[in-house]
Structure formats: C-alpha cells, structure tokens
C-alpha cells in the first residue's frame, strides 16, 4: 500500500469511527440532479423508486464519499435501506445516476414524506484533512390507497332462516386511509339465496376513511346451510388518478326454521250466516319445531271475522293441526271466492329468547247461497211467471164458463 493510499485509508477510518467530528467549511459540496419519483403519485402500499445524480460543486476532490438514506416513520422504519460507497467524486461534477427502491406501508396517511440523503467524505485542504457531510433532502406526496370491504349486518331476523324472505344490510366501509370515490358495488351472483331485490347495483359518490354506508338487499333462503353472494367493487382515489377493482364473497349463513301450508277443510259460509265456523288444515313443512304457534285471520268483505286468533301450543316438522275461526257473512253479499290472509307468530328453538318468528299465507274462502233459495232476481222472475200462468188461467177460465152459459139460454 503507497502512502496517498495509506492517508486515504486512515482518513475514512476516521470519518466512519467518528475521530473526526469537526464542522467543515466543506459541508453540502454535494447537491442532488436531475432527481425523478416514481410512480407519481406514489400510492401507500406500494414501492417507490427515487433516481438522482449527485453533484460537487466545489473545486475540491471529495474521497470515500458513502451516501446513506434516511427517513423517519413510517417509511424506512418498514424497509431499511443499504448506503452507497459513492467513492471519490471530482471537482464540479456530476456523478451517474442513483436509485433506491422501497416500499410504502399501507398504513401511511396520506400527506408529504422526506427521504433525507447524507453524504460522508473527507478533503485534502490547505488546513489539513477535514471531514464533511453533505445534507439532501427529497420529498414527495403519498396518496393513501382506499380499500372497501362489503359485509353483511343484522338481516331481520339477526339471522337467516330457511324458506323466508328476510332483508339484510349490505355494510360497505373504508377500511383504507384514504378517501375513496365514485363507489360502486354490484351483486353478480349468490350461492343458496334468491335476490329478490330489483336493484342490485348500490353506489356512493364518496367514502371516507372510517366511515360507510348501508344498502338493504331482500334475499330468500332456500336451504339452511352457509350460503354467500359475490359483489363487485369499483372505486376510485380521491383524487379520481386511480382506479380499484376487486371481488369479494359475503358469507351468510342459513338456519332451521319451520314453514307452514294451509289448506281448507269442510265447506265455506252461506250468504247472511252468522257467527259460524270456518277450518283450515295447517301443515309443518320446515325443519323446526315451531312452538307458541298463534295465527290471525284477515278477511275481506263480506265475511268479516268474529273470532279471528287460533292457539297451538307446539308443531313439530311433518305435524298437521286443525284450526278454527268464527265468522259472519254480510246479507247483501254475493257468492264467489274471497281472499283471506292467515299470519303465523312462532317462537322456535334455535332462536333468541325472545325472538318471535313470523309468515303469511293466502287463501280464499268459498261463500255460497243459502241452501233451498235464490238470488233476489231470480225470485221476482219465478213470481212473475206464476203471476202470468195464473192470469192466463184465470181468463181461460172464465171464457169457458161464459160460453157454457149461452149454450143453456139457446
């Protein structure tokens, strides 16, 4: 080893191990060129490569010059990044480009960022050999990424139950840092389920980090099972530069529930009856066993119900039960099928205490004439024939006797 090489040696030893502390007239010889960021924007979750020359602009050779990065959190506490052995640099020069590359946390906000570059080195000076820093900084925007997740919330019941319709709430949130824009989610398919729901594209001009929005969405379970809809997300960042798209599955599930069918038994109300019974069979077509069963009866003119509730206190699966309701029928009714509408309330085992289950059924109930007479109409026509048979009769009658009568005077 000669001695310049030698001097050189001692010299970086010094600066590394910090012999030499001294504030030099030479610090900040370096400056950054021709520096580029990229992507731009950059965007949280990311990487970011930042490229850059360095430039002495002193008329003084700039030995073992070592370049480190910097930054405080959350960027390179996430991605420590290795320093240069830049070397020697030469009086006003610019050296060849520099690139360092690392990620974004996704959890960075949104806002401005410094990655501090600091460059080490020594100079042979007319004072003797005198070690300098060279302080750079570069800053840059970093948009946050939103991201929306789509869950399902509190359907009415708190769960879904096989064979019903029920509503449940489609919660799309920001679970991101940054505002997203222009949102929109569509239902494309489900697993187990109806959507019965006309609409099934929801949309949000804008949602903020931490906050979101409820959409109702009508489904009808068909099995107990655990059954899922897929949606489609699409949003945009905040500042509409970026564009999101992701699919994402809603898993539900699908408990026991007991369903009913109703059907007639024996023959329906006469015209003007009153206070008279009407049956309806009801069958336990579900899975659970429905107890505290109560079903109302609603009716239409001109059967109006008299005792409209009928009680059973348990049905099992595969159980039928008959029912009875008290009605009356309006005089001035006519035959014919009218609707009713018969309600169930249940309670059943899987369900909260105080859960009270709830259905409908439609039926119609036969109305028919009153046994042995017509309709009005069809009486006054019966009365007015008899009434013209008889004057037909009459008159025959007495030209017969007339007619017998000037026989005997001849």
Known sequence: MNARNFLLAVAALAL???????????????????????PNPVVAGSNVTIRFQLHNGYDEWLYSTVLQPSASYPLLNASPLSGYQVGTVNPVQTTGYYAYTFFIPNTTSSGTYTVTMTASYFIYAATGT?????????????????????VASSPSPSTLYAGHNQTINLIVENTGYGTAK???????????????????????????????????????????SDTSLLVNVTYYSSTLKQRFTTSQQVNLSVAPAAQFTISSSGS????????????????????????????????????????????????????????????????????????VTLTEQWKQPNGAVNQQYSGSNNYFVPVSRTSGTGNLAEDVLIIAIILIVVVVASKKLRRSKAKAERKEKK
């Open 16 to 38: 590394l191990s910090g012999m030499v502390s001294a504030q030099s007239v030479y610090d900040n010889s370096l400056t950054l060129a021709n520096i580029s960021v990229s």
């Open 130 to 150: 005198q070690v300098a820093t060279s302080t750079m900084p570069i800053s840059f925007y970093v948009q946050n990424r939103p991201a929306i997740k789509v």
């Open 182 to 224: 222009n949102v929109s989610i569509t239902v494309s398919r489900a697993t187990g389920l109806n959507i019965l729901s006309s609409v099934r594209t929801f949309y949000a001009d804008s949602i903020s980090q931490g906050s979101s929005v409820t959409e109702p969405l009508l489904v009808g379970a068909q099995n107990e």
């Open 268 to 339: 329906g109300p006469v015209v003007g009856a009153t206070d008279v019974p009407i049956s309806f069979v009801i069958t336990n077509t579900g899975t659970s066993v429905a107890n505290q069963l109560q079903v109302s009866l609603q009716t239409t003119y001109p059967v109006s119900p008299v005792s409209s509730t009928a009680y059973i206190a348990s049905l099992e699966p595969g159980q039928s039960t008959n029912m009875t309701f008290m009605v009356s029928v309006d005089t001035s009714g006519v035959p014919g099928n009218y609707p």
